[in-house]
């Protein structure tokens, strides 16, 4: 899976800070960067990156969020003890990857595997972002904001994806209960 969701804190003065998940969402067809109500479903064995992740962001601060529509990327820096680590995602459909990357800008961990055929992206190597595709796509997704909501496009954008996710387990399993058919006959 390349996703991961990240548990963000507010803090107020005088008030007790509140708590926010942040879903990143590399997975083909379901790419999406929102907040989300719920903390999505977990493997039964964590990721190998999860405890790198843990490591360099508990307790960090988020210094700023950068998105390019047009490339479907988006980088968000944290700093913690005077070092800066940054997120970047690459929501960009069946190549997508979720990448952690140092001070340097070199790559400490990435959530799936290098799936690029022109870029080097594992640890170790310094990041190359995806060459630029220019003006956004005009076929670009339009979300119709939930006014009910605390975060109304996350809203819109839950309702649609959790859809879309609850069809992919269905299809998932019905591939599942085929196999052995087909083995049988």
Do not use: C, M, W
């Not at 548990?7 to 590399?26: D, F, N, W």
């Not at 064995?45 to 529509?69: H, K, M, N, W, Y």
């Not at 680590?85 to 290098?114: C, K, M, Q, W, Y």
């Not at 591939?175 to 052995?180: C, G, I, K, M």
């Amino acid at each position: 899976a390349r996703a991961l969701t990240l548990e963000l804190y507010r803090s107020r003065e005088g008030a007790s800070g509140e708590t926010h998940l942040l879903l990143i969402s590399a997975e083909a067809d379901l790419t999406r960067l929102q907040v989300v109500a719920a903390r999505p479903a977990q493997p039964e064995t964590p990721f190998q990156v999860q405890a790198l992740l843990r490591r360099e962001l508990d307790g960090a601060r988020l210094a700023r969020i950068e998105a390019s529509a047009a490339d479907r990327f988006v980088r968000i820096a944290f700093e913690r003890k005077g070092a800066e680590r940054t997120v970047v995602a690459e929501l960009t459909g069946r190549h997508g990857n979720i990448f952690l990357l140092d001070s340097d800008g070199v790559i400490l961990a990435a959530v799936g595997p290098n799936l690029s055929r022109r870029r080097k992206l594992v640890a170790g190597e310094v990041y190359e972002p995806p060459a630029a595709r220019g003006a956004a796509d005009s076929a670009a997704r339009r979300f119709e904001p939930r006014a009910d909501a605390r975060f109304p496009l996350s809203a819109a954008i839950d309702a649609i994806y959790t859809a879309r996710e609850e069809a992919r387990r269905v299809e998932e399993a019905r591939s599942e209960l085929r196999t052995p058919i087909k083995i049988a006959v």
